[in-house]
């Protein structure tokens, strides 16, 4: 059962977007481990910020930027419609970075960073960054 902790929420410029959360994450008891946020800034610009956060784990491959169609970029566990996101993008890719977060030597969450990223109704794509992250357990 995923942990019902709320996620720190980062400094600003981000703000918390539960609309987001609320169709990227699975449906169930451990929907309550996840939060989104979103930041004007672009996905370089949120790295460059992120770089220097000690809590972060610097993993090989983790925070690298990666190219990714809208399926493999927000995965299959959401509410979300698939066939919608992906008109959203067209011919486009999501640029997407992943990497994890520790607290006393231990993992206790997973963020994922998509950029652009949807509006809440689906209906565009917004050009900063949305950070999604899951509290684990």
């Known amino acids: 059962m ?3 902790v709320a996620a720190e929420p980062p400094p600003a410029p981000w703000r918390e977007a539960p609309g987001l959360a609320a169709i990227f994450a ?3 008891p451990q929907a309550a481990a996840y939060r989104a946020y979103v930041s004007p ?9 992120f770089a220097s956060d000690p809590s972060l784990l610097r993993a090989p491959g983790a925070w690298t930027p ?3 169609a809208p399926a493999d970029a927000f995965g299959q566990g959401g509410t979300y419609d698939r ?18 977060r520790v607290e006393d030597e231990r ?7 998509i950029s652009p990223y949807p509006d809440p109704a689906r209906r565009r794509l917004e ?9 684990l357990p």
């Open 41 to 49: 800034a672009n996905l370089d610009a949120v790295l460059r910020e």
């Open 26 to 28: 699975p449906r169930g």
């Open 107 to 113: 993992i206790v969450e997973s963020w994922t960073l």
């Open 2 to 4: 995923a942990a019902a």
């Open 83 to 100: 066939s919608t996101v992906a008109r959203l993008y067209g011919s486009g890719r999501a640029r997407v970075a992943r990497g994890a």
């Open 66 to 68: 990666q190219d990714l």
């Open 127 to 135: 050009p900063g960054t949305l950070l999604l992250i899951v509290r």
